[in-house]
C-alpha cells in the first residue's frame, strides 16, 4: 500500500513539472510564431539595413506618386511606374519617362495609403527618389541600382 502510494505521489510531481515545462515552452515560442496581426516582423530587403514590416526593391515596385501638373497645379496620382502620367483636371499628358522633370509632391504607402518619406542618397547621379519609407506602417521601398 505505501509503495503505491509513493508512486502516485512521483506521478502527480512528474505531471506538476511536465505541465510547467509546457507552459514556458509556450511562452517562450509565442512570439516567434506567424500570425495574422501586426507582429508579422521580417526584413524588407538586404539592401536597406533597416527592419521593417514589409516593403520591395525597384523602380517598377515603386509605390504610388503624387505628381503636381506644371500647368494647372492639380495633382496627379501615379499608380505604377511605368503608367502614363495623365492630369484629370486639364489636358495635359507626360510619359513615364518625364517622371523626373515633374514635381512630386509625395509617395503614398500601397499599405495604407499614408505619405511616404522619401529621399536620395545620391543627388547628383539621380533626380528621383530612390527610397520612400512609411511612418505609419513601417513599409520600406527602395531603388535598385549599380555603381
Request: with cysteine.
Given at each position: 500500500?505505501?509503495?503505491?502510494?509513493?508512486?502516485?505521489?512521483?506521478?502527480?510531481?512528474?505531471?506538476?513539472?511536465?505541465?510547467?515545462?509546457?507552459?514556458?515552452?509556450?511562452?517562450?515560442?509565442?512570439?516567434?510564431?506567424?500570425?495574422?496581426?501586426?507582429?508579422?516582423?521580417r526584413l524588407s530587403s538586404a539592401d536597406t539595413g533597416t527592419t521593417t514590416y514589409d516593403g520591395s526593391v525597384?523602380?517598377?515596385?515603386?509605390?504610388?506618386?503624387?505628381?503636381?501638373?506644371?500647368?494647372?497645379?492639380?495633382?496627379?496620382?501615379?499608380?505604377?511606374?511605368?503608367?502614363?502620367?495623365?492630369?484629370?483636371?486639364?489636358?495635359?499628358?507626360?510619359?513615364?519617362?518625364?517622371?523626373?522633370?515633374?514635381?512630386?509632391?509625395?509617395?503614398?504607402?500601397?499599405?495604407?495609403?499614408?505619405?511616404?518619406?522619401?529621399?536620395?542618397?545620391?543627388?547628383?547621379?539621380?533626380?528621383?527618389?530612390?527610397?520612400?519609407?512609411?511612418?505609419?506602417?513601417?513599409?520600406?521601398?527602395?531603388?535598385?541600382?549599380?555603381?
Amino acid at each position: 500500500m505505501r509503495f503505491a502510494a509513493q508512486i502516485s505521489g512521483v506521478r502527480g510531481a512528474l505531471r506538476a513539472i511536465f505541465g510547467w515545462v509546457q507552459r514556458v515552452a509556450k511562452r517562450v515560442a509565442a512570439p516567434l510564431r506567424k500570425q495574422d496581426g501586426p507582429n508579422k516582423f521580417r526584413l524588407s530587403s538586404a539592401d536597406t539595413g533597416t527592419t521593417t514590416y514589409d516593403g520591395s526593391v525597384g523602380w517598377g515596385n515603386r509605390p504610388p506618386a503624387v505628381l503636381e501638373c506644371p500647368r494647372c497645379a492639380s495633382d496627379i496620382f501615379q499608380h505604377n511606374a511605368h503608367d502614363g502620367i495623365d492630369c484629370p483636371r486639364c489636358v495635359a499628358e507626360f510619359s513615364y519617362e518625364e517622371f523626373a522633370d515633374l514635381e512630386l509632391r509625395y509617395l503614398q504607402c500601397p499599405v495604407c495609403r499614408s505619405e511616404m518619406q522619401h529621399g536620395q542618397r545620391h543627388p547628383h547621379k539621380f533626380d528621383f527618389p530612390e527610397w520612400a519609407t512609411c511612418d505609419g506602417c513601417r513599409y520600406h521601398w527602395e531603388f535598385k541600382h549599380s555603381y
